[in-house]
């Protein structure tokens, strides 16, 4: 292959993922235009990830492309949007052109399972970092906050917790899972589930809604401050999956489900008289109060959380 250019990696490695319902004008000029359906407003959110930072350094660029766009559909998952397109801006130390065939097949991979074409970005020198923005779309006047939570409903969250977490250790060299888990829970860390599958449905029964990025506790208390009320959590209601409910040390296996962050689950309140999806698990209730109380357990740390700094 010749001497790549900044302009020749862009149409060698992300000029073939611009093809959607909303997609207008896609990369080669300066600006993507997107068409957004009749009667819906734009949402949109950035989350940028830094190697050594959010995801350990060598991770293959695969795992660090899914991982970038999963994220980030969380948030418009969170918030009851559909998705429509994205955009990248990548810093590599280097040109390698192996690693970013990796890359390009991550992408691809994410960008067919979360329906987000990618329509612009940038690339440029420095330590490798990616700032993803993604563009979704929601009816007029119709979003979930987290300050939308009123006294007396159930509190759920999707799927397991505290996966991702127990990945990132082992990762780290932290812990040793049983063989049989480590693929499991190293793929829980790279390949969020993200739930835009359940944004439409949460949109109809939900009061309020986040994804869980920096530790259940953390993220549950933003909703609690937010809407003006507490958060009682019962632990023992709390979704594990096989690979942690068969591990002996709770304590620890509570602090990755209730702190460890990473799970890009959803979180959500709903009154009492509605159904929740399927896969969703009551773990608690809001209440008049503030902040957030852990039932059961009094040894976990409602401080928990990622630190970005």
């Not at 009667?39 to 989350?47: C, R, V």
């Not at 008289?273 to 773990?283: E, L, M, Q, V």
């Amino acid at each position: 292959m010749e001497s790549l250019t900044e302009f020749s990696v862009v149409r060698e490695f992300f000029s073939d993922f611009s093809r959607g319902k909303a997609t207008v004008i896609g990369p080669g000029d300066d600006c993507a235009v997107l068409r957004l359906p009749k009667d819906t407003e734009l949402a949109t959110s950035s989350d940028t990830l830094i190697e050594g930072c959010h995801f350990p350094f060598g991770s293959s660029g695969d795992d660090i492309a899914y991982r970038s766009i999963a994220t980030s559909a969380s948030d418009l998952a969170a918030m009851g949007a559909q998705p429509l397109a994205c955009v990248i801006s990548l810093s590599l130390p280097e040109i390698d052109v192996a690693w970013l065939e990796d890359f390009k097949r991550g992408l691809s991979s994410a960008i067919r399972c979360f329906s987000l074409p990618l329509v612009g970005g940038d690339l440029t020198r420095g330590p490798l970092t990616i700032t993803v923005t993604v563009y979704g779309s929601l009816p007029v006047g119709r979003c979930l906050l987290r300050s939308g939570a009123r006294k007396g409903e159930i509190v759920l969250v999707t799927g397991t917790l505290g996966d991702a977490a127990a990945g990132l250790a082992f990762l780290n060299n932290e812990w040793e899972p049983n063989c049989d888990d480590k693929e499991f829970l190293v793929r829980r860390f790279f390949r969020p589930e993200s739930r835009l599958d359940l944004a439409a449905s949460l949109l109809e029964i939900a009061t309020s809604s986040i994804d869980i990025s920096d530790g259940l506790l953390a993220d549950v208390g933003h909703i609690a401050s937010e809407s003006g009320l507490s958060i009682q959590i019962d632990v023992k209601k709390i979704p594990l999956s096989p690979a942690l409910s068969k591990l002996n040390n709770n304590q620890q296996v509570l602090k990755w489900a209730l702190s460890g962050g990473d799970d890009y689950e959803l979180c959500f309140t709903m009154p009492a008289n509605k159904n929740a999806p399927s896969g969703c698990t009551p773990i608690g209730f809001t209440a008049p109060g503030a902040g957030v109380r852990c039932e059961g357990f009094d040894n976990i740390s409602s401080e928990g959380g990622y630190r970005h700094f």
